[in-house]
């Protein structure tokens, strides 16, 4: 079988089965929906290992696999490379962690929100999980748009799954502003189309400097609403309405990922980028991250600090991929480590929100306090976590936020204002790391408050995938390393 061959065929399982099983839990009684989850998102992240096993023993040459064309026209496709065999792996795979945790989560005896193993919920959530490969090895712009719209349906039906006014305004929310974000990429492939014949990403390298700045800046408006990004932010924090292994999903792996993934592969695909493109990523970039922070300060609600701190991680990955434009290949490694780093780090984030959701009833942080006395493996995966998104050695988020720093040094040599941006952007990694110490203070130390005193046993699937999520954390950045070079 031809290495190709192989990849493209995996590659569509990887999608197809998702979307097959999400249909099949739809049909089928309750009961088995969970477990048809579970094993759609298990064969569809064995595909993924498999394209990268394939992959790596053909010397890690990008290939694209052209799947619908009209004459010379591409509709659809696949592209095989570094950036796309590293995330399609771990998108699905944590995308499989958050469906064993849910398996606890979503029962009657979570304490915040009883409940039962609907079929609706691992219908969208297995179709969610099947989107995300279909999203990062599409070569095409068309591609891009069908699993980006699908993203979309997804977190709408899964943000408002408890039907209470608070989740339908969010689901609602999530969904008209990444909608009116994704004319970008509409506007992106009809210019894309009408100049080159065809909808290949790899075509933008063909247009010339004014065009190319125009379809690129569509993009990163697009990729702007779906990675919540000023002026697009709103939708997410009001997304904390949905189940915390929704949230979970939708902040380490998916809906919000969408948006820096598709940026990324545009930068791949265009040749030399114009720097108008790398000046309005840097500033909307440096402008998001110093927001996010101010936002983070008030916040009780350890799900909504948790989302402000994502739109601001996101913000290092969108500074460290404009900042490549200045020629700093080690900013753009950087930023797709981060992508990689944050999934893990940031899932077992709101894995611990949720556990604290589940074992004692609330995720309010002035009611939090003790953990490491009364539920040390949760206090220990909050430490790891918040140490990890505040970029602390030897935790995976250093070691990208490091590379996103000294590329973009590197890239502003010569350049005051650059330089500025860059420090400033280091100013707030350290005020990051400053407040998220204030917060393990409060909820680790100390003697029990009353609702961790009173805490219920936690279930041994949500202590697998924290287990396996810690783990992570401390190792994703080495397979990115010597995965990206």
Known sequence: MQPAFAMSFLGLAAIAIPFIAGIVIALLPRAAGRWISIGASTLSLVAT??????????????????????????????????????????????????????????????????????????????????????????????GQLVFFEITGACSWALIGYYHTAESNKGAMKALIITHIASVGLYIAAALLFINTGTFELTAIAQLDPTLKT???????????????QLPFYMWLPSAMAAPTPVSAYLHGASM????????????????????????????????????????????????????????????????????????????????????FNHAFAKTLFFLVAGTLSYTTGTRMLPKIKGLMKKMPLVGIAFGVAALAIAGVPPLNGFFSKFAIFAGGFQAASGNWILTTIVIVGLIETICCFAWFLKVMDGALLGEPSEVVAAAQPVPRSMVVALVVLIVMTFVSSGIAAAWLG
């Not at 930068?267 to 114009?274: D, K, R, W």
């Not at 609600?301 to 990955?317: E, M, N, P």
């Not at 500074?319 to 992508?339: D, E, P």
């Open 49 to 142: 290992i498999a394209i990268a096993a394939v992959f790596a023993s053909q010397g890690m040459q990008s290939q694209t696999v052209d799947l619908v064309s009209i004459g010379s026209c591409t509709i659809l496709g696949l592209v095989f490379d570094k950036v796309s065999v590293l995330l399609a792996p771990a998108f699905v795979g944590i995308g499989l962690i958050v469906t064993i945790y849910s398996l606890s989560y979503m029962s009657a005896n979570n304490r915040e929100h009883p409940d039962a193993p609907r079929r609706r919920f691992y219908a969208f959530l297995t179709v969610f999980i099947g989107a995300m490969p279909g999203l990062v090895f599409a070569s095409t712009i068309v």
């Open 214 to 228: 125009y379809v690129m800046l569509a993009i990163l408006i697009a990729a702007w609403g779906k990675s919540a």
């Open 256 to 339: 919000v990922k969408v948006g820096v993934v598709i940026f990324a592969r545009s930068l791949i695909s265009a040749g030399t980028v114009p720097e108008a493109v790398g000046w309005v990523g840097v500033i909307g970039a440096i402008v998001t991250l110093v927001f996010s922070f101010f936002m983070y300060l008030p916040q009780k609600d350890l799900k909504r600090l948790l989302a402000f701190s994502t739109i601001s991680q996101l913000s290092y990955i969108f500074l460290g991929l404009s900042l490549s434009v200045f020629g700093s290949q080690l900013a753009f490694q950087g930023s797709v480590a981060h992508i």
